[in-house]
């Protein structure tokens, strides 16, 4: 079965960077796009990235423009997510994703077919 597993999750401060890692397994890899969300306490969870697995075209998020980079390894089936400049704002638990929807951009968070468990990441001011 499909299985996406995060990795990199941890704690920095303000101004820091971190960098996030999805193993993907289970399924035909260029079937599905794959993409990173995030969900802050009482927040709804919100697409941040997103790359087409044929072709690498990007998608990103207004807030995390210019700070945060969606890469793949197709050779390896892993999906990164290099984030600099992190600010509090970013504390959230990010999940990787996978799914056709994922090809057009962000796609809703109900769209999405398949998800890894999380990694946290926090921020401190």
């Known amino acids: 079965q499909v299985q996406l597993v995060e990795s990199g999750g941890g704690s920095v401060q303000a101004g820091g960077s971190l960098r996030l890692s999805c193993a993907a397994s289970?399924?035909?890899?260029?079937?599905?796009?794959m993409g990173w969300f995030r969900q802050a306490p009482g927040k709804e969870r919100e697409g941040v990235a997103a790359v087409r697995t044929r072709g690498g075209t990007t998608y990103y998020a207004d807030s995390i423009q210019g700070r945060f980079t969606v890469s793949l390894d197709n050779a390896n089936y892993t999906l990164y997510l290099q984030m600099n400049s992190l600010k509090p704002e970013d504390t959230a638990m990010y999940y990787c994703?996978?799914?056709?929807?994922?090809?057009?951009?962000?796609?809703?968070?109900?769209?999405?077919?398949?998800w890894g468990k999380g990694t946290l990441v926090t921020i401190s001011s």
């Open positions: 994703a996978a799914g056709r929807p994922l090809c057009h951009g962000l796609a809703p968070y109900y769209n999405v077919n398949y």
């Open positions: 289970g399924y035909t890899y260029s079937n599905y796009c």
